[in-house]
Structures are given as structure tokens and as C-alpha cells.
């Protein structure tokens, strides 16, 4: 069943010229016919720079929301319209918009898991791969960090800069635990810690490296890890195992899974490229608002 399924695929995404891009927490088999898989930066990158008419964005809401921030002319599908995030959940654009009037002389950092209206409300967009670099471009003393503050408190103590943190998480990413790490430690003690900044600052101060997914894929494939424990949402251990064969790779914590991240299946996809449907559209009023922050993340790579 499932090899027809992928060869139906293959077809339609030929007859479509569409790009199927798949996030690194999505399940192991559609990582496996997808035509590029990453972290939030790297398919952004990717869906600027595609000539495909059809993006199949294997990934949540948000994700296809920036495809289609960064191309309005093409056809932007989320094989399962139901994938969102609840972290982008924690802030509304009413929300933001209240806030900047409190704090009215403040730059507005909004992480990329947020909805096209926030990030419409933003100066600047980043993703846990460059909030670091993207805060440290910023001249102004004042800055507020939406909507992530475990992403926030981390790019604080890199960057050495006060900012003021909206309260969003990550629910998948608080599951992980410090007596996880302790425990994975005491049961791999020559394995190697990576979490992701989206991990309680109590956790990330017991890891070796806190890095976005794809500094995880880099870290995996130096020669001095062999064995990696890693906290972040579990399916990332699929690619993991898939391009560093006979190294060890030990989630942190079998809880931290991400329901939306699995909702998105091969016969979704294979529907999605027949019906060309759900379709993500951001209204044009809020595109190029939004455009503004996602090109400036762009630009500082």
C-alpha cells in the first residue's frame, strides 16, 4: 500500500511541479520522499529560492504560512490544515499590538513559530538557529522577544542583551526534564548532550550544546560523537540514525512528541497533490507587512 502511495506521489509531484518540504520532527516516511528536509530556517531558504508552482509544506501551520508570506504566486499546501502549534497559539496580533503600547520604543523579535499576523506586527523575524545573531544585529537597547521565553532566556544569556519576554513555550519541549538528561547520562555516560533552546534553561544548562535541529544534524555528524543524547521532539533521531550509520542516538525523553508534527501521513500528502487543497494563503494586507521581518531573517541567514 504504502509503496504505491509514494510512487502516486512521485508522479503527481512531477505532473504538479511541485516540492515537497518536510521539518525534521515530521514521521520517518515522509522525511523519506520528501525533496528537502530542515529546520524552520533551511525551508524558509528553500521556499524563497524554489521554482516549483506547488510547495507541499510538510511541516505546521506557521511553516506554510512563511512559504507563503515569501511566494505569493505559488500554490501553498499543508497536507493536513489541522497542524498548528501551540506555541504561535500564545500570542494574537491583538495581543502584540496592545504590548507595543506599553512598551512603545521597543523592537519587536518574533520567532518564526508565530502566526503571519505577528510576525506582520514585527520588526524582525528568527528561528532558533539565528536568534542569536539576529538580536545581536540590533542596535536598540530595548527589545521584546515574542512568543517564546525558554528560546528568549537562552539568546539573553548568549547575547548579553535585557529583553522582554513574552511567557509562550513550547509544550513538547517542557516535557523534557532535568533528571531525563541525568538519567540518559548515568545510562550512556560516553554519550554526548544536545537540547534544543526551546528546553527549560534547567535542562539546557545540563547539555553539552543547545542547538536548533539542523545544529543538531551538524553536531551529530562530527567524528568525536558517537553516541548523542538528544532533546528535542523524538522523530529528528529518524534522520538522525538514516545519515550517521552505527553512531547511537538516545532521545532524551520518549514524551517529547509534537501530536501536529504527525498529523501530516503519505496518503495526506497524496490527496493534498490531487485536490491541490487545503491551500495557505496569508491575506496580501498582512503578506507584505510580514514580508518586512521574514526578509531581514532572511538577509541575516
Given at each position: 500500500m504504502a509503496n504505491t502511495t509514494v510512487e502516486q506521489i512521485l508522479k503527481l509531484k512531477k505532473q504538479r511541479n511541485a516540492v515537497i518540504l518536510s521539518h525534521n520532527y515530521q514521521r520517518g516516511e515522509v522525511q523519506n520522499i520528501a525533496d528537502f528536509v530542515g529546520d524552520s530556517l533551511e525551508l524558509s531558504q528553500k521556499a524563497a529560492k524554489t521554482k516549483a508552482d506547488v510547495i507541499v509544506f510538510c511541516g505546521v501551520y506557521f511553516m506554510a504560512e512563511t512559504a507563503s508570506i515569501l511566494n505569493p504566486q505559488k500554490t501553498v499546501l499543508l497536507p493536513d490544515a489541522g497542524a498548528g502549534c501551540p506555541m504561535a497559539d500564545m500570542i494574537t496580533a491583538e495581543q502584540l499590538r496592545q504590548k507595543k503600547k506599553e512598551l512603545p520604543n521597543a523592537t519587536v523579535v518574533a520567532y518564526i513559530n508565530s502566526s503571519a499576523a505577528v510576525k506582520a506586527e514585527s520588526d524582525?523575524?528568527?528561528?532558533?538557529?539565528?536568534?542569536?545573531?539576529?538580536?545581536?544585529?540590533?542596535?536598540?537597547?530595548?527589545?521584546?522577544?515574542?512568543?517564546?521565553?525558554?528560546?528568549?532566556?537562552?539568546?539573553?544569556?548568549?547575547?548579553?542583551?535585557?529583553?522582554?519576554?513574552?511567557?509562550?513555550?513550547?509544550?513538547?519541549?517542557?516535557?523534557?526534564?532535568?533528571?531525563?538528561?541525568?538519567?540518559?547520562?548515568?545510562?550512556?555516560?560516553?554519550?554526548?548532550?544536545?537540547?534544543?533552546?526551546?528546553?527549560?534553561?534547567?535542562?539546557?544548562?545540563?547539555?553539552?550544546?543547545?542547538?536548533?535541529?539542523?545544529?543538531?544534524?551538524?553536531?551529530?555528524?562530527?567524528?568525536?560523537?558517537?553516541?548523542?543524547?538528544?532533546?528535542?521532539?523524538?522523530?529528528?533521531?529518524?534522520?538522525?540514525?538514516?545519515?550517521?550509520?552505527?553512531?547511537?542516538?538516545?532521545?532524551?525523553?520518549?514524551?517529547?512528541?509534537?501530536?501536529?508534527?504527525?498529523?501530516?501521513?503519505?496518503?495526506?500528502?497524496?490527496?493534498?497533490?490531487?485536490?491541490?487543497?487545503?491551500?495557505?494563503?496569508?491575506?496580501?494586507?498582512?503578506?507584505?507587512?510580514?514580508?518586512?521581518?521574514?526578509?531581514?531573517?532572511?538577509?541575516?541567514?
Open positions: 524582525y523575524c528568527c528561528t532558533s538557529a539565528n536568534g542569536v545573531k539576529v538580536v545581536n544585529s540590533i542596535d536598540n537597547k530595548e527589545i521584546l522577544f515574542v512568543p517564546d521565553q525558554y528560546l528568549g532566556d537562552f539568546i539573553i544569556k548568549k547575547t548579553g542583551k535585557p529583553m522582554h519576554l513574552w511567557p509562550g513555550y513550547c509544550p513538547t519541549h517542557v516535557k523534557i526534564l532535568p533528571e531525563d538528561i541525568t538519567r540518559r547520562k548515568q545510562e550512556f555516560p560516553r554519550a554526548k548532550v544536545v537540547v534544543h533552546p526551546e528546553c527549560r534553561p534547567d535542562v539546557i544548562a545540563l547539555a553539552d550544546e543547545a542547538l536548533s535541529t539542523s545544529g543538531m544534524v551538524r553536531y551529530a555528524a562530527r567524528e568525536d560523537v558517537q553516541e548523542l543524547i538528544v532533546g528535542t521532539e523524538i522523530e529528528i533521531v529518524h534522520r538522525l540514525t538514516r545519515e550517521n550509520p552505527g553512531k547511537k542516538f538516545i532521545p532524551a525523553s520518549l514524551k517529547a512528541v509534537c501530536p501536529n508534527m504527525k498529523k501530516i501521513t503519505l496518503e495526506k500528502i497524496l490527496s493534498s497533490l490531487e485536490t491541490l487543497t487545503p491551500e495557505v494563503k496569508v491575506p496580501e494586507e498582512i503578506r507584505v507587512k510580514a514580508l518586512i521581518p521574514v526578509n531581514r531573517m532572511l538577509e541575516i541567514g
